[in-house]
Nanobody
Framework: QVQLVESGGGLVQAGGSLRLSCSAS????????MAWYRQAPGKQRELVAA???????DYVDTVKGRFTISRDNGKNMMYLQMNVLKPEDTGVYYC????????WGQGTQVTVSS
C-alpha cells in the first residue's frame, strides 16, 4: 500500500506564500495523474490542482494564477506552491491520485489570516 505524506502547511497572513510537499512511499507520480485537494471547515473535500504524467496541469478557477503544482520524479515528491494566499484558502490540504484514490494521508493544515 502506498503511503502519502503531506507537509509544509502553517499559519500565514493574507498575501503570503507557502509551499506544500507530498511524498510517496513508492514511485507513483510518473504513471498517475496526481492532485492536491483541500477540505475547508464544514465543507467537502475539493480538487485544487492536478498534474498528468506528461506534466500537464489544471487548476480550480479560484486558485488559477496563484498556485503552481509540480513534481520531482527522482525524489518521489510533488509540490504545491501557493502565492497570494487568501483566507478562503484555509483548510487541510491532501495529495492523492486524481482517480482511484489511495489511502488518504493526514494532510497538512493551511491557515490564512486576514
Amino acid at each position: 500500500q502506498v503511503q502519502l505524506v503531506e507537509s509544509g502547511g502553517g499559519l500565514v497572513q493574507a498575501g503570503g506564500s507557502l509551499r506544500l510537499s507530498c511524498s510517496a512511499s513508492r514511485s507513483i507520480f510518473t504513471i498517475n495523474t496526481m492532485a492536491w485537494y483541500r477540505q475547508a471547515p464544514g465543507k467537502q473535500r475539493e480538487l485544487v490542482a492536478a498534474i498528468t504524467p506528461l506534466g500537464g496541469t489544471d487548476y480550480v478557477d479560484t486558485v488559477k494564477g496563484r498556485f503552481t503544482i509540480s513534481r520531482d520524479n527522482g525524489k518521489n515528491m510533488m509540490y504545491l506552491q501557493m502565492n497570494v494566499l487568501k483566507p478562503e484558502d484555509t483548510g487541510v490540504y491532501y495529495c492523492n491520485r486524481r482517480t482511484r484514490y489511495l489511502e488518504w494521508g493526514q494532510g497538512t493544515q493551511v491557515t490564512v489570516s486576514s
